[in-house]
T-cell receptor, first 106, second 113 residues
Framework: KNEVEQSPQNLTAQEGEFITINCSYS?????LHWLQQHPGGGIVSLFM???GKKKHGRLIATINIQEKHSSLHITASHPRDSAVYIC????????FGKGTHLIIQP | DTAVSQTPKYLVTQMGNDKSIKCEQN?????MYWYKQDSKKFLKIMFS???????INETVPNRFSPKSPDKAHLNLHINSLELGDSAVYFC????????????FGSGTRLTVV
């Protein structure tokens, strides 16, 4: 079993919908990371969380340390948000989830 | 000004060859990493270097060796390449104080034929 589990694996939604991607991890962390990988392959770091909530534009990331759970939300989704979103547990390097493949249809 | 740059972007080579992938960061970060993304798109850490000292070495074959001439560079050398080494290799750096933490290179797609 992977130390980091994400759900859903695939998600297709209509433009404008509110998107939630969930991440659970089984061991302690120094930080929880959310990454975005576009179809071209490049990886961008979106958030690094150790507690609470962070917001950047239409993206919101939350973490519950006690429950070992984090969520990534996208408000007013847009086709350009289509990408793979990856949750990763940080502690001397990253342990990755398998990613959520998100498609936003116009 | 690319923050983390990897070269080459694509590498096609025959089994048994030895190859290197170079990585440089201009962010002043203390720690650099190599990650491997397999054919199923799953990412896994290979190595990390902190101030020229190896601090993580996952169960990676010893045909793979990281070499860091200085804090800004972490190169990956691969000896006796095998078909199963075909993957995308990402270099990354982390400074610890930035809001997002990690900065990734654009990746090197290695194909062993």
């Amino acid at each position: 079993k992977n130390e980091v589990e994400q759900s859903p694996q695939n998600l297709t939604a209509q433009e404008g919908e509110f998107i939630t991607i969930n991440c659970s991890y089984s061991v302690g962390i120094s930080a929880l990371h959310w990454l975005q990988q576009h179809p071209g392959g490049g990886i961008v770091s979106l958030f690094m969380l150790s507690s609470g909530k962070k917001k950047h534009g239409r993206l919101i990331a939350t973490i519950n340390i006690q429950e070992k759970h984090s969520s990534l939300h996208i408000t007013a989704s847009h086709p350009r948000d289509s990408a793979v979103y990856i949750c990763a547990r940080g502690a001397d390097g990253l342990t990755f989830g398998k990613g959520t493949h998100l498609i936003i249809q116009p | 000004d690319t923050a983390v740059s990897q070269t080459p972007k694509y590498l096609v080579t025959q089994m048994g060859n030895d190859k290197s992938i170079k990585c440089e960061q201009n962010l002043g970060h203390d720690t650099m990493y190599w990650y491997k993304q397999d054919s199923k798109k799953f990412l896994k850490i290979m190595f990390s270097y902190n101030n020229k000292e190896l601090i993580i070495n996952e169960t990676v074959p010893n045909r793979f060796s990281p070499k860091s001439p200085d804090k800004a560079h972490l190169n990956l050398h691969i000896n006796s390449l095998e078909l199963g080494d075909s993957a995308v290799y990402f270099c990354a750096s982390m400074g610890g104080t930035g809001p997002q933490g990690y900065t990734f290179g654009s990746g090197t797609r290695l194909t062993v034929v």
